[in-house]
């Protein structure tokens, strides 16, 4: 079964430093892998995703995930952090073979950007 | 250019009532899926639907729920005799026709469901 662990509830850094949020998976299948981001009160952004293509991959707002399939991680990164990345952010998995609507979500990692 | 519209944004209801939520999908989209979020965790997969036709419900709870996409109109999450644990953040995405599994899913805003 698959299943996806984000190691990290809450993760606190400074403004202009680097940004980690950890996630591991768990497949039988080769995965197919996401970020969502949510801000308070709205639905969830694609930040990006990964589909057996390249394994590092660039999303939006400056944000990369890399593919480790060794480590079975897809860890999110960012080089800087700003004030509007504070949110949450969910690392989420979605088994090819499995049921095409099933995607499996993370418990998510809150991300506070201190100025 | 809208995205998946759900409606209304917050619904407050009494035990034993019903509630209905709406989400219409992004334009060309005829996949809709439904979640839903509790305090402090991810979203869980409840039903995945095309026009008409339920896909996969194997997230649904097996009583009191129900889901439906009309070929005409919005996708209905309904809930009857609700309960104080039905109190959640529900939300619906949409997905392109003919779709595979690395095809992102596009999210609404939510709809916050309240119990009293």
């Known amino acids: 079964a698959q299943s996806v662990t984000q190691l990290d509830s809450h993760v606190s850094v400074s403004e202009g430093t680097p940004v980690l949020l950890r996630c591991n998976y768990s497949?039988?299948?080769?995965?197919?892998l996401f970020w969502y981001v949510q801000h308070p009160n709205k639905g969830l952004q694609l930040l990006l995703k990964?589909?057996?293509?390249?394994?590092l991959v660039k999303g939006i707002n400056g944000f990369e995930a890399e593919f480790k399939k060794s480590e079975t991680s897809f860890h999110l990164t960012k080089p800087s952090a700003h004030m509007s990345d504070a949110a949450e952010y969910f690392c989420v998995v979605s088994d090819q073979g499995g049921s095409q609507g099933n995607l499996i979500f993370g418990k998510g990692t809150k991300l506070s950007v201190k100025p | 250019n809208a995205g998946v519209m759900q409606n209304p944004r917050h619904l407050v209801r009494r035990r034993g009532q019903e509630a209905r939520l709406r989400c219409s999908p992004m334009?060309?989209?005829?996949?809709v899926y439904w979640y839903r979020q509790l305090p402090e965790e991810g979203l869980k997969f409840m039903v995945y639907?095309?026009?008409?036709?339920?896909?996969?419900e194997s997230g649904m709870p097996k009583e009191r729920f129900s889901a439906e996409f009309p070929k005409e109109g919005p996708s209905i999450l309904r809930i009857q005799q609700v309960v104080r644990g039905d109190s959640a953040a529900y939300f619906c995405?949409?997905?392109?026709?003919?779709?595979?599994?690395?095809?992102?899913?596009?999210f609404g805003d939510g709809t916050r469901l309240s119990i009293l």
């Open positions: 497949s039988s299948y080769s995965p197919s």
């Open positions: 334009k060309g989209h005829s996949h």
């Open positions: 995405a949409s997905s392109p026709t003919g779709t595979g599994t690395n095809q992102p899913q596009h």
């Open positions: 639907l095309q026009k008409e036709n339920i896909i996969d």
């Open positions: 990964y589909t057996s293509a390249a394994t």
